[in-house]
């Protein structure tokens, strides 16, 4: 049962998943070569292990329908065995599409238990745990289908926003090493999203452009964290970077959402990530990292500069980043964007 629950102090939002407490760990402490002892669910062979799938596609980027489980696959859609953001509920009446957040209310909390939707893209039958591992063909497939995967969340009522994300490896929230893409819809927004909306239109109302174009157009002019640049697409190092080489892989050209852009830019942005990625786990010998989608809440693209963000996950937070929200980082994001960078 869904069980969103606001805190009104911090004004942040939380799904209580007991169910999760459940999860078969793959991983004990540290990071480990996988136990012989383990089966992992998402290697060829094990197609049984995990719920039945939603969509398969084969090597050739084609979707294959009605696809029996053991059928030569690239890329797989699961759902989440474990789901934080449970379906078996009904859609709250009262969700809409704008910016309010109705739910029951008692004592000084707040409460929805509307329904949510998560899923698993698993981009190769091959055991391998970062999407820089992927070889071209399967970074641009399972891309490929991460988008219409997204684009199919956009329609499901009550949903209100979608991240896409993938954590890689123990220490940034992996609970099995076979690399894998998750899509979450989530029936609520968080403060920050609404904040991130407020300010993308306050800035596109004073500037007549998105904030991301001005990141582009100021970052381009001094490109010292500049980390590389092609048609579609400039990958950073942000200015106030929270953690040691955090990236942004930016489009350059806001007009199309993640759902709708066409075949080149996809492509173009399946081999960018895998690139830069690549020279991540060269440069940092295979950091732990999240790779995250942002986009606006449903409904707001016209506000919207979508974006990927890669936050490797060197340090921890701690005291003071728990305590206040201001982060440390030890690693100037000029410094990293140019190790990063092309040579
Ligand atoms: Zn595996």
Redesign the pocket.
């Known amino acids: 049962m869904p069980d969103f629950r606001f805190d009104p102090i911090s004004a942040r939002w939380v799904a209580i998943a007991s169910n999760r407490a459940a999860r078969p760990m793959e991983f004990i402490s540290r990071e480990e070569e ?1 136990s012989p002892d383990v089966v ?4 060829k062979g ?1 197609e049984h292990e995990t719920p039945s799938q939603l969509e398969v596609w084969d090597k050739e980027g084609r979707q294959i329908i009605d696809a029996e489980p053991d059928v030569d696959w690239s890329t797989r859609v699961v759902p989440n065995k474990f789901p934080a953001f449970p379906s078996d509920a009904p859609i709250n009446p009262f969700d809409t599409n704008v910016l309010s957040d109705l739910h029951e209310e008692f004592g000084p909390y707040d409460q929805n238990r509307s329904s949510g939707a998560q899923e698993l893209i698993i981009p190769t039958p ?2 391998v745990s970062s999407f820089g591992d992927l070889n071209k063909s399967e970074a641009v497939i399972s891309l490929a289908a991460a988008r219409v995967r997204f684009g199919e969340m956009k329609k499901k009522p009550g949903i209100r926003h979608a991240m896409l994300f993938m954590n890689c490896r123990s220490a940034a929230g992996a609970s ?3 690399a894998h893409l998750q899509l979450i819809g989530s029936p609520v927004l968080s403060q920050e999203m609404k904040d991130r909306l407020r300010r993308n239109q306050q800035h596109l109302a004073k500037h007549n452009q998105t904030l991301m174009q001005s990141v582009i157009t100021w970052e381009k002019s001094k490109k010292v964290r500049v980390i590389a640049e092609t048609e579609n697409f400039c990958v950073v190092c942000p200015f106030a970077s929270r953690v040691a080489f955090q990236i942004w892989l930016i489009p350059k050209n806001s007009h199309q959402d993640f759902a709708s852009i066409d075949r080149p830019m996809r492509d173009d942005l399946a081999l960018l990530i895998r690139k830069v990625l690549r020279r991540l786990d060269k440069l940092l010998d295979k950091p732990p990292y999240n790779l995250m989608l942002h986009t606006t809440p449903f409904g707001h693209s016209d506000h919207n500069h979508w974006y990927f963000e890669i936050m490797p996950r060197l340090t921890c937070p701690a005291g003071l980043e728990w305590g206040t929200g201001i982060w440390i980082n030890p690693v100037s994001p000029e410094d990293a964007a140019k190790r990063l960078r092309d040579e």
């Open positions: 996988l992992c669910p998402f290697c094990h091959r055991h099995l090493s076979h």
